[in-house]
């Protein structure tokens, strides 16, 4: 399977608890940090959760 690149684009300041949780639990941190993921099922439904914070980029 391909891996994504997920960037998170914008803080995590005023968004909901379980938004930020999903934020934790991709793995980022702070403002333009990243990481890189395998492309799941699993995985998308937490990007999307989040779409409205973070970019994603195939790799």
Known sequence: ?????????RGVIG???SQRATVAA???????HFVIKEDTPQLR???NKVKHLVKVEEQ
């Open 1 to 9: 399977m391909a891996n994504l690149k997920i960037t998170l684009e």
């Open 15 to 17: 968004t909901k608890p």
């Open 26 to 32: 991709l793995g980022l941190k702070k403002r333009e």
């Open 45 to 47: 439904g937490m990007i």
